[in-house]
């Protein structure tokens, strides 16, 4: 022991804030915030995770690639240590030489990812001002959380559907005084909403599920997984990329039983006469009853009329987690609830009508008080390019092809160069076997990581970056309501440096460093940011302390809670539909959209319809009979801090939930080590038999890292082995992760 003091500081991540004991140079303990009624598990791991052997110590430059430039070996693990100026030399070198003989059009800088929660050192936000300084790059478009309602939402609300979302949605707390159903498609997860981007302090989803059961609200959840809202709900199950049929044959039955209110249809949306043909079974003869829909779904027809009734008769709220919009086809179920909720004529009034995401993240559901953010100016990128997030692997394999997205036409660019800094598409990204491939077509990939994953070990050079723990930073999230000072608590491990560092030191070779830093230290720039979050706090009325206070406090509580938060847009809508319209084509709701109708796709027509994924259980084989989905990891965020979790005895490979009828069989039980596989790939999984998933269903997590090469079986369970990387649609071109047929062996 040196006789360095401990001390205890508290500090924010997306997964909330948790107070740190720190000796000298590490970390040697965390532990849960006081004020977080249900506090995430997850800081626990921090202590292993950040002094773990797997952090980047050094600089590093792929051997083959700083010989011969070398392509194809990607992944081959041999590496040359250099000190940082020769490193950074090599770096600014070779993309000044991208940019100058193939144009900044040839970098691609979405880099997409959570990185860590830290508002300046953000790596998203100084991936994204370093390349527009040196001239622009190719940007993404969306996210893999909702990539695909952001494209097909606006066309039926007319907002941004993250401003739908966080703007118009009610509060658990307005849902506790009204909703008297709760109609959850794809549950309500406490264990999701342990994260929030940016960070959450007081998790209070758990909580709220307690006052609903108080209040008598009825709770159902609709999907393959029990556990996917909490216990004492109602479990319908249904399969999983079979909701849009579940939502037609309710839809159906409101309108044979006379329930649909059609004043509200007449009033506030459009196309309900090109849509009801559809549903009755006028134009292809076919009615989508719930006779029809019972062999899609596996719901019995008297559910489905019962809970019909049930939510014509009472204050209904439909709720939609993001999955169904990750699958295949996802844009029918996100457009369809909005017309199921709209026949039940409850869109705009307290605890009624459709909601998105409840559950997925933390933040949704809480009701503050807007005053703005801290972010770091990113600049103008001068390449008008910009790829739908998900098809990364398409543009990398198929430069200058054309692809259609949200009615437009659109050309791959020809990438030469790949910078990714606080994200793993080696652990996010479809079918890993594929992303191996088209990995090997750019000349350069350059990768920030703190620790050795999968895409730091596929890079050619690798800069070792800070934790946030290594570095000062203010912590802050719209969706929350504290406020923290993030001391640097340890110095950098190994020869680590802030993204920000690295990135004025190319800048600086590039010539363009004071473009960059505009003269600024990391410390004038949280200054600087800082102040300006404290005078837009100050002109909106709320009070925030110095930065000097802030530092000597470390975290304080803002007062912007929202006395019943008026959720403007819907509800004026509501009052007023010709006064306060939408920003759709029509000014309302659109169940048929001109728009969409003229892009002309097969496979995303003009008002919502069944339209079966090409893989789920109702097109299963003998060779793929099981439907997999790949849900959040409960015991951390994605695939961070599974360096050390992957230490723990018996912890890896991940764990596959498996209905007892299907492990029956097969000759599986409780703790047998599995072979989860299909024709894009294997992995090593460890089988949890159980009654709470569907029969044919399998649900293994994501987030292990993936830990082979192209074709072997990955040790530790990453499900991207085995997902398929198709669009959502050409309208959405959003990941399909949920829409994936697998089968599962025992390993002996
Ligand atoms: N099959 C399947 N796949 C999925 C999903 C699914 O449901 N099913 N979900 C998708 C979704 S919604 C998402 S959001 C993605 C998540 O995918 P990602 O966001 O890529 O996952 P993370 O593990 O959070 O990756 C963040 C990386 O940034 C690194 N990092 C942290 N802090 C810093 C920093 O300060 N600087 C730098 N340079 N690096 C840092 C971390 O070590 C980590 O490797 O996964 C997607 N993939
Ligand atoms: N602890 C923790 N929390 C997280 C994250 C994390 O990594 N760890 N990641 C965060 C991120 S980035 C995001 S985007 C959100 C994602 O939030 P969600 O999209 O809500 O979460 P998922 O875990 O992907 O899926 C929730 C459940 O949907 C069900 N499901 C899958 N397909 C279908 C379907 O077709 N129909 C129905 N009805 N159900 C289906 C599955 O059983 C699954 O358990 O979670 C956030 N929360
Ligand atoms: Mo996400």
């Given at each position: 022991?040196?006789?360095s003091?401990?001390?205890?500081?508290?500090?924010s991540s997306h997964w909330g804030a948790f107070?740190?004991d720190?000796e000298?140079d590490?970390?040697?303990?965390?532990?849960?915030?006081?004020p977080?009624?249900?506090?995430?598990?997850?800081?626990?791991i921090?202590?292993a995770a950040?002094?773990?052997?797997?952090?980047?110590?050094?600089?590093?430059?792929?051997?083959?690639?700083l010989?011969?430039?070398?392509?194809?070996?990607?992944?081959?693990?041999?590496?040359?240590?250099?000190p940082?100026d020769?490193?950074l030399?090599?770096?600014?070198a070779?993309?000044d030489r991208v940019?100058?003989?193939?144009?900044?059009?040839a970098?691609?800088?979405g880099?997409?990812?959570?990185?860590s929660?830290?508002r300046?050192?953000?790596a998203?936000g100084q991936?994204h001002?370093?390349?527009?300084?040196?001239?622009?790059?190719?940007a993404?478009f969306?996210?893999?959380?909702?990539g695909?309602?952001?494209?097909?939402?606006?066309?039926?609300?007319?907002e941004?559907?993250?401003?739908?979302?966080?703007?118009?949605q009610d509060?658990y707390?307005?849902?506790?005084?009204?909703?008297?159903?709760?109609?959850?498609?794809?549950g309500?997860n406490?264990k999701?909403?342990?994260v929030?981007?940016?960070?959450?302090?007081?998790?209070?989803?758990?909580?709220w599920?307690?006052?609903?059961?108080?209040?008598?609200?009825v709770?159902?959840?609709i999907?393959?997984?029990?556990?996917?809202?909490?216990e004492g709900c109602?479990w319908?199950?249904?399969?999983?990329?079979s909701?849009?049929?579940?939502?037609?044959?309710l839809?159906?039955?409101?309108?044979a039983e006379?329930?649909?209110d059609?004043a509200?249809?007449a009033?506030h949306?459009t196309g309900w006469d090109?849509?009801?043909p559809?549903?009755?079974?006028?134009?292809?003869?076919?009615?989508?009853?719930?006779?029809?829909?019972?062999?899609?779904?596996?719901?019995?027809?008297?559910k489905?009329?019962?809970l019909?009734?049930?939510m014509?008769t009472?204050?209904t709220?439909?709720?939609?987690?993001w999955?169904?919009?990750r699958?295949?086809?996802?844009?029918?179920?996100?457009?369809m609830s909005?017309?199921?909720?709209?026949?039940l004529?409850?869109?705009?009034l307290?605890g009624?009508?459709v909601?998105y995401g409840?559950?997925?993240i933390?933040g949704i559901g809480k009701?503050?008080?807007?005053?703005?953010g801290?972010?770091l100016?990113?600049?103008r990128?001068?390449?008008?390019?910009?790829?739908?997030v998900?098809?990364v692997?398409?543009m990398?394999l198929h430069?200058g092809q054309p692809?259609?997205?949200?009615?437009e036409?659109?050309?791959?660019p020809?990438?030469?160069?790949?910078?990714w800094a606080?994200?793993n598409?080696?652990?996010?990204?479809?079918d890993?076997?594929?992303l191996?491939?088209?990995w090997?077509?750019p000349?350069?990939v350059?990768?920030h990581?703190p620790?050795?994953?999968?895409?730091a070990?596929?890079?050619?050079?690798?800069f070792?970056a800070t934790t946030?723990?290594e570095?000062?930073?203010?912590g802050?999230?719209?969706l929350?309501d504290y406020?923290?000072?993030?001391?640097a608590?340890i110095?950098p491990?190994?020869?680590?440096?802030?993204?920000?560092a690295?990135?004025a030191?190319l800048?600086?070779?590039?010539?363009?460093g004071p473009?960059?830093?505009?003269g600024?230290s990391?410390?004038?720039?949280?200054d600087?940011?800082?102040?300006?979050f404290?005078?837009?706090?100050?002109?909106a009325?709320?009070?925030?302390p110095?930065l000097d206070?802030?530092?000597?406090r470390?975290?304080?509580?803002?007062?912007i809670?929202?006395?019943?938060?008026?959720?403007?847009?819907?509800?004026?809508?509501?009052?007023?539909?010709e006064g306060?319209?939408?920003r759709?084509p029509s000014?309302?709701?659109e169940?048929f959209?001109?728009?969409i109708?003229?892009?002309?796709?097969d496979?995303?027509?003009?008002h919502?319809?069944?339209?079966?994924?090409?893989?789920w259980?109702g097109a299963?084989?003998?060779?793929?009979?099981?439907?997999?989905v790949?849900?959040?990891?409960?015991?951390k965020?994605?695939s961070?801090?599974e360096?050390?979790?992957?230490?723990v005895?018996?912890?890896?490979?991940?764990?596959?939930?498996i209905h007892e009828e299907d492990?029956?069989?097969?000759?599986?039980?409780?703790?047998?080590?599995?072979?989860?596989f299909?024709?894009?790939g294997?992995?090593?999984?460890?089988?949890?038999?159980t009654s709470?998933i569907?029969p044919?269903?399998?649900?293994?997590?994501?987030g292990?890292?993936?830990g082979?090469g192209r074709?072997n079986?990955?040790?530790n369970g990453?499900?991207?082995?085995l997902?398929?990387?198709v669009?959502t649609?050409?309208?959405g071109q959003?990941?399909?992760a949920?829409s994936?047929l697998?089968?599962?062996a025992?390993?002996?």
């Amino acid at each position: 022991m040196d006789g360095s003091t401990r001390q205890t500081r508290v500090t924010s991540s997306h997964w909330g804030a948790f107070e740190v004991d720190t000796e000298g140079d590490r970390i040697v303990a965390a532990r849960p915030f006081a004020p977080d009624p249900h506090p995430p598990a997850i800081p626990a791991i921090l202590p292993a995770a950040v002094h773990h052997r797997s952090r980047v110590a050094r600089p590093a430059i792929r051997r083959a690639w700083l010989a011969t430039r070398d392509r194809s070996g990607r992944g081959d693990g041999d590496y040359v240590d250099l000190p940082w100026d020769e490193a950074l030399d090599i770096a600014a070198a070779e993309i000044d030489r991208v940019r100058k003989t193939h144009g900044n059009g040839a970098i691609y800088g979405g880099s997409y990812g959570w990185a860590s929660a830290g508002r300046f050192h953000h790596a998203q936000g100084q991936i994204h001002r370093f390349l527009n300084t040196i001239g622009g790059y190719v940007a993404s478009f969306g996210s893999y959380s909702t990539g695909c309602a952001q494209s097909i939402m606006p066309h039926v609300f007319g907002e941004n559907f993250l401003t739908l979302t966080y703007e118009t949605q009610d509060s658990y707390a307005t849902i506790a005084d009204h909703t008297e159903t709760l109609v959850m498609f794809g549950g309500i997860n406490p264990k999701n909403s342990q994260v929030s981007m940016g960070g959450i302090t007081e998790h209070a989803t758990a909580g709220w599920f307690d006052r609903f059961a108080e209040k008598g609200m009825v709770r159902i959840n609709i999907g393959p997984q029990r556990g996917d809202a909490p216990e004492g709900c109602e479990w319908l199950p249904c399969r999983p990329g079979s909701d849009t049929a579940l939502m037609l044959a309710l839809a159906y039955t409101l309108e044979a039983e006379g329930l649909a209110d059609h004043a509200f249809l007449a009033s506030h949306c459009t196309g309900w006469d090109r849509f009801r043909p559809y549903l009755m079974g006028e134009t292809d003869g076919q009615p989508k009853s719930p006779d029809w829909a019972a062999p899609l779904t596996g719901v019995g027809p008297d559910k489905v009329r019962a809970l019909a009734r049930r939510m014509a008769t009472t204050r209904t709220l439909i709720t939609v987690a993001w999955s169904l919009q990750r699958q295949e086809h996802g844009e029918q179920p996100y457009w369809m609830s909005a017309v199921l909720a709209a026949m039940l004529g409850q869109i705009g009034l307290p605890g009624g009508g459709v909601g998105y995401g409840y559950g997925a993240i933390g933040g949704i559901g809480k009701d503050f008080r807007p005053i703005g953010g801290m972010t770091l100016p990113q600049g103008r990128n001068a390449v008008p390019d910009v790829i739908p997030v998900a098809r990364v692997a398409d543009m990398l394999l198929h430069p200058g092809q054309p692809y259609d997205f949200n009615g437009e036409r659109r050309t791959y660019p020809d990438i030469r160069l790949v910078y990714w800094a606080g994200g793993n598409p080696f652990h996010h990204h479809q079918d890993l076997s594929r992303l191996h491939d088209a990995w090997t077509r750019p000349e350069t990939v350059i990768v920030h990581e703190p620790w050795w994953t999968a895409t730091a070990q596929r890079a050619d050079i690798v800069f070792p970056a800070t934790t946030p723990y290594e570095r000062e930073d203010i912590g802050r999230s719209p969706l929350d309501d504290y406020l923290f000072h993030m001391p640097a608590l340890i110095p950098p491990v190994g020869e680590a440096r802030d993204d920000y560092a690295i990135f004025a030191g190319l800048a600086g070779r590039m010539g363009l460093g004071p473009a960059f830093t505009e003269g600024r230290s990391a410390a004038d720039w949280i200054d600087h940011l800082y102040a300006g979050f404290r005078d837009r706090a100050g002109a909106a009325g709320v009070a925030v302390p110095t930065l000097d206070e802030l530092r000597a406090r470390n975290w304080v509580k803002l007062d912007i809670a929202a006395e019943e938060q008026p959720k403007p847009i819907l509800r004026r809508f509501r009052a007023d539909p010709e006064g306060a319209p939408l920003r759709t084509p029509s000014g309302r709701i659109e169940i048929f959209s001109e728009t969409i109708d003229g892009f002309g796709y097969d496979d995303c027509p003009g008002h919502p319809v069944w339209l079966p994924p090409a893989e789920w259980q109702g097109a299963a084989t003998a060779e793929a009979p099981l439907h997999l989905v790949s849900p959040q990891p409960g015991d951390k965020l994605h695939s961070q801090l599974e360096a050390a979790l992957a230490d723990v005895e018996g912890a890896r490979p991940e764990t596959v939930l498996i209905h007892e009828e299907d492990a029956k069989p097969r000759g599986i039980a409780t703790g047998d080590l599995v072979r989860v596989f299909n024709r894009r790939g294997s992995v090593r999984a460890r089988a949890r038999v159980t009654s709470d998933i569907l029969p044919g269903v399998v649900a293994l997590p994501t987030g292990a890292w993936f830990g082979a090469g192209r074709g072997n079986m990955d040790p530790n369970g990453n499900p991207n082995v085995l997902t398929r990387d198709v669009g959502t649609s050409r309208l959405g071109q959003g990941t399909s992760a949920h829409s994936a047929l697998v089968e599962v062996a025992r390993l002996d």
